[in-house]
Structures are given as structure tokens and as C-alpha cells.
């Protein structure tokens, strides 16, 4: 099955509940800079639901912030399709960013691709 890459509404992680969930109960893996926080959840059959955040204290500039996250969801939407098309059941995702500063496209779209990989590698047969 063939996942377009639009990021569209409905899998953007926007749940207060959901996301104080995920740092509470949710597991982690890191390809530094970037850590996912993720929870298997019941929502909507086969549907992820992703967020990004950078923390305020690493970075002041309200721009800065904006634009890593914009790296990130990004880099996200290109390489999503390996996630839906190896994994089973519903998931909520959260990418953080850990770096002390800002790395160009290539670089984090590569580790974001290492990262899901090592995702599909730990979750990748759960149903």
C-alpha cells in the first residue's frame, strides 16, 4: 500500500491528553538531535498521529524554534510512508528536538530516516 506524503490534519498530534500521555507511558528512541516519544494508542485504524516540539530553552528565538520544526514535520512527511507501510495498529509519534543548533535539510532528513527505520525495526510487527 502506496502512502501519499501530505501531512494532512487529521495526523497531527494535537491532544493535550494525548501528548502529557506520551511523556508519561510513551517509549523512546533517539538518533541524535532528534527523539521520538511514541505510544501504541486506540485510535482510527492504521492511523499515526505525529507531533514536533524544540524546546524554548535551547532555543530563544521564536523564528529559530519555527523553523526546525518545520524541518522536522518536513522530513517527517517525505519519509513517512516507511512507517504506514511496516507497521500495524495506531500510533501516536512525537519528534523532539535535542541540538544546540540548527542543522541543514539533508542532515536531519537523514536522521529522521534512521530513526523510523530503527523504529520499524523495534515496532514494526505490532498488531
Do not use: C, W
Not at 505525529?50 to 524546546?55: D, E, H, I, S
Not at 542532515?107 to 530516516?113: G, S
Request: proline letters at 3%; hydrophobic letters at 35%; charged letters at 30%.
Amino acid at each position: 500500500m502506496k502512502v501519499d506524503t501530505a501531512y494532512p490534519k487529521i495526523e497531527k498530534l494535537k491532544s493535550k491528553k494525548r501528548i502529557t500521555q506520551l511523556f508519561v507511558e510513551g517509549k523512546t528512541l533517539t538518533v541524535f538531535p532528534i527523539k521520538l516519544i511514541y505510544l501504541n494508542t486506540e485510535n482510527q485504524e492504521g492511523l499515526i498521529q505525529a507531533g514536533v516540539t524544540v524546546p524554548k530553552k535551547n532555543f530563544k528565538s521564536a523564528v529559530k524554534r519555527n523553523h526546525i520544526k518545520r524541518l522536522l514535520r518536513e522530513s517527517y512527511r517525505l519519509n513517512k510512508a516507511s512507517v504506514f507501510n511496516n507497521t500495524e495498529g495506531n500510533f501516536a509519534f512525537l519528534f523532539l528536538y535535542l541540538g544546540k543548533e540548527t542543522l541543514p535539510f539533508e542532515l536531519v532528513e537523514r536522521k529522521m530516516k534512521q530513526l523510523l527505520n530503527k523504529f520499524n525495526s523495534t515496532e514494526g510487527s505490532i498488531g
